[in-house]
T-cell receptor, first 113, second 114 residues
Framework: KQEVTQIPAALSVPEGENLVLNCSFT??????LQWFRQDPGKGLTSLLL???SQREQTSGRLNASLDKSSGRSTLYIAASQPGDSATYLC????????????WGAGTKLIIKP | AAGVIQSPRHLIKEKRETATLKCYPI?????VYWYQQGPGQDPQFLIS???????DKGSIPDRFSAQQFSDYHSELNMSSLELGDSALYFC?????????????FGPGTRLTVL
C-alpha cells in the first residue's frame, strides 16, 4: 500500500532564504507526482507535476525533483517571500488507469518578514 | 482562465439531512474527482468519473453517491448526514490530453453538520 510522508510537518524560516521541502513515498511504481499549495481554509493550487519519467520540473522560483528509485521528491523554493506562507502538499498518482491521488500530510511553511 | 467551480461554497445541515454538492469542471476537461478533507487532515479520495462513467472509487461511504452528467458537471449526493461528515469537499478536473492528467482543484465546499 502506497504511503506518502512529508517531513517536517512545519517549517519557519526568515524571508529571503532558500528552502527545501521533502516528500517520500513507499512504492516507487508511481505514474506522476504533484506538488500543491493550500492556504488556510482555502482550495488546493497545483504548483508542479512531475511525470515518472522526469527528474525535475521548474516554475518561477519553484523547482521540484523526483527520484523514483529512492522514493523521494523535493520542492525547492528560492528567495522565499512572506506570500509563500502556506501548507505544501505532495500527492502521487499510482498508475495510468488509477486516477486517485495519495496525499502526504503536508508541510506548513511560515516565512517570517 | 476558467477554473473549477463548486457550489455552494458553504453549507450547513443538520444530522440525518441530505446535501448535494455541485462541481463544474474546467471546459473540455473530461474527468472529475471528489475529495474529502477533514480538519487538519490531508484530502481523501472519494470517487472519480471519466466521460460520465465511474472510473475509480475510494473511501466513499455507502450513504454518498455521485454522478457526472452529459455537460460534464458532477454532483455528490450525501444522505443521512453525520457529524463526522463535516469537512471541506473538493472537486478536481483533468483532461486526458494534458500531461499526466494534471488535476486542477476547485475552491471547495465547506460542509458543517450540526
Amino acid at each position: 500500500k502506497q504511503e506518502v510522508t512529508q517531513i517536517p510537518a512545519a517549517l519557519s524560516v526568515p524571508e529571503g532564504e532558500n528552502l527545501v521541502l521533502n516528500c517520500s513515498f513507499t512504492d516507487s511504481a508511481i505514474y506522476n507526482l504533484q506538488w500543491f499549495r493550500q492556504d488556510p481554509g482555502k482550495g488546493l493550487t497545483s504548483l508542479l507535476l512531475i511525470q515518472s519519467s522526469q527528474r525535475e520540473q521548474t516554475s518561477g522560483r519553484l523547482n521540484a525533483s523526483l527520484d523514483k528509485s529512492s522514493g523521494r521528491s523535493t520542492l525547492y523554493i528560492a528567495a522565499s517571500q512572506p506570500g509563500d506562507s502556506a501548507t505544501y502538499l505532495c500527492a502521487v498518482r499510482l498508475g495510468d488507469s488509477n486516477y486517485q491521488l495519495i496525499w502526504g500530510a503536508g508541510t506548513k511553511l511560515i516565512i517570517k518578514p | 482562465a476558467a477554473g473549477v467551480i463548486q457550489s455552494p461554497r458553504h453549507l450547513i445541515k443538520e444530522k440525518r439531512e441530505t446535501a448535494t454538492l455541485k462541481c463544474y469542471p474546467i471546459p473540455r476537461h473530461d474527468t472529475v474527482y471528489w475529495y474529502q478533507q477533514g480538519p487538519g487532515q490531508d484530502p481523501q479520495f472519494l470517487i472519480s468519473f471519466y466521460e460520465k462513467m465511474q472510473s475509480d472509487k475510494g473511501s466513499i461511504p455507502d450513504r454518498f453517491s455521485a454522478q457526472q452528467f452529459s455537460d460534464y458537471h458532477s454532483e455528490l449526493n450525501m444522505s443521512s448526514l453525520e457529524l463526522g461528515d463535516s469537512a471541506l469537499y473538493f472537486c478536481a478536473s483533468s483532461s486526458w490530453t494534458s500531461m499526466g492528467n494534471e488535476q486542477f482543484f476547485g475552491p471547495g465546499t465547506r460542509l458543517t453538520v450540526l
